[in-house]
């Protein structure tokens, strides 16, 4: 099964800042994904991380907002540009392992922001 | 649209009782479904994975089994204990990006 490492594990950010969040994983993955999780909320799919390519986005999210990388097939970032309280959230980094149909979805630690 | 729904929203028990997690899904054509945990503040551990040919999986006190026809999952965790309390999601597979339930939120008190 995949491990992944995410950092920062929690952090405190100013209004207007931005901050960038590293997903390591230990093997290579094609499918690798960031969500967001907000209070009491379950996961909403930020964006597919596309290793080569820019990022494939989910409705109401935008490249400005979270540029993310994805420079090889173990290592991604996201950044939350220009945040604000309402950006307090837990952001969480996915891969999916195996073939399709057969496939098993793993996630790192979390990042909790709080935006203050 | 793939639409996930789990009930109930939160569960108190005393610890050693027999539990039931529910997790209902509107479109039956799935690949798989998969059953996490998750701490406060933390990630998600999975904990289950159900092949859409397959009708349950166990994994020591936990078993979860499948019913595509109806649109059901649930988890069963015996005995449960303290440190079973965490928040359960399901997450149904039609394609690599799942869709999430809200998630039961089970307190285990001694």
């Known amino acids: 099964s995949a491990v992944i490492s995410q950092k920062p594990s929690r952090d405190i950010c100013q209004r207007g800042t931005s901050l960038t969040i590293q997903c390591q994983v230990d093997?290579?993955?094609?499918?690798m994904f960031w969500y967001r999780q907000q209070p009491g909320q379950s996961l909403t799919l930020i964006a597919t991380?596309?290793?080569?390519?820019?990022?494939?986005?989910e409705s109401g999210f935008v490249i400005d907002k979270f540029p993310i990388s994805r420079p090889n097939l173990t290592f991604s970032t996201l950044t939350v540009s220009n945040m604000s309280p309402e950006d307090s959230s837990i952001y969480l980094c996915?891969?999916?392992?195996?073939?399709?149909?057969?496939?098993?979805?793993?996630f790192g630690e979390g990042s909790w922001l709080t935006v203050v | 649209k793939q639409e996930v729904t789990q009930i109930p929203a939160a569960l108190s028990v005393p610890e050693g009782e027999n539990l039931v997690l529910n997790c209902s899904f509107t479109?039956?054509?799935?690949?798989?479904l998969q059953w996490f945990r998750q701490d406060p503040g933390k990630g998600l551990t999975s904990l289950l994975l159900?092949?859409?040919?397959?009708r349950e999986q166990t994994s020591g006190r936990l078993n979860a089994s499948l019913d595509k026809s109806s649109g059901r999952s649930t988890l069963y965790i015996a005995a449960s204990q303290p440190g079973d309390s965490a928040t359960y999601l399901c997450?149904?597979?039609?394609?690599?990006?799942?869709?999430f339930g809200r998630g039961t939120s089970l307190i285990v008190h001694p």
């Open positions: 159900i092949q859409s040919s397959q």
């Open positions: 997450a149904v597979g039609g394609s690599y990006i799942p869709t």
């Open positions: 479109d039956s054509a799935i690949y798989n």
């Open positions: 996915s891969v999916a392992e195996g073939q399709l149909g057969s496939n098993t979805i793993y």
């Open positions: 991380a596309n290793q080569g390519s820019e990022a494939t986005y």
């Open positions: 093997s290579q993955v094609t499918m």
